[in-house]
């Protein structure tokens, strides 16, 4: 089956720990997303990469940190800089490319982070 | 500046109406894509439909339809016949053509909360 894994479902952190967030996906995609959920709200861009080896900061970076060293795989890293990570993180991939705008994303079902 | 307004932050109908969520977007490019998904309560977004800016056909999928208006720069969409599945916040988002600047985000809406009571 064709889409997008995260791991874990749920992560409960300690104040001051760096934490890492899974994202695999398996649809061949070029592009893939990290955006952050609060209770009630709309989505927010944190990170985003076009192709393997590169990737750009959105609208919400700061604290955070990724990498995209294979196409299939798009880990967030949530740091002790992140002053209040607490939120719902969803990873998304689309095909990407110069008819990227087009392209509809496809979301992995979420990492639900908590801080103690 | 692109923008996406959805102005009803909660809907609230009994099984069986008919619901129509707004969609308002601005944005200056002449070629752009609309967008339209549902988040469960599980939290999964799930794509519901793409369209873009020289297609104006309405569409239509079993209970679901949209109507793209672009004198009035929005794409709203209809539920017939709701029913209680369809409870979810449903999202709608804008994407420009790309550009060498150009970013490839996607630009969403605050989301609406829809819930059907039985």
């Known amino acids: 089956d064709g889409g997008i894994t995260q791991s874990p479902k749920y992560l409960f952190r300690k104040e001051g720990q760096n934490v890492t967030l899974s994202c695999e996906q398996n649809l061949n995609h070029d592009a893939m997303y990290w955006y952050r959920q609060d209770p009630g709200q709309g989505l927010r861009l944190i990170y985003y990469?076009?192709?393997?080896?590169?990737?750009q900061k959105g609208d919400i970076a700061e604290g955070y940190s990724v990498s995209r060293e294979k196409k299939e795989s798009f880990p967030l890293t949530v740091t002790s800089a992140q002053k209040n990570p607490t939120a719902f993180y969803l990873c998304a991939s689309s095909i990407g490319g110069l008819a990227g705008g087009s392209n509809e994303q496809f979301f992995g079902p979420g990492t639900r982070l908590t801080v103690l | 500046a692109q923008k996406v307004t959805q102005a009803q932050t909660e809907i609230s109908v009994v099984e069986k109406e008919d619901v129509t969520l707004d969609c308002v977007y601005e944005t200056r490019d002449t070629t752009y894509y609309l967008f339209w998904y549902k988040q469960p309560p599980s939290g999964e977004l799930v794509f519901l439909i793409r369209?873009?800016?020289?297609d104006e056909q309405n569409e239509i999928s079993g209970r679901y339809s949209w109507n793209f208006q672009k004198s009035t720069s929005s794409f709203n969409f209809t539920i017939t016949a709701s029913q209680v599945v369809d409870s979810a916040v449903y999202f709608c988002?804008?994407?420009?053509?790309?550009?060498?600047?150009?970013?490839?985000?996607?630009?969403w809406g605050a989301g609406t909360k829809l819930i059907i009571k039985p």
């Open positions: 369209r873009n800016s020289f």
């Open positions: 988002a804008l994407s420009e053509a790309p550009s060498e600047d150009s970013n490839y985000q996607l630009i």
């Open positions: 990469s076009q192709i393997v080896n590169d990737f």
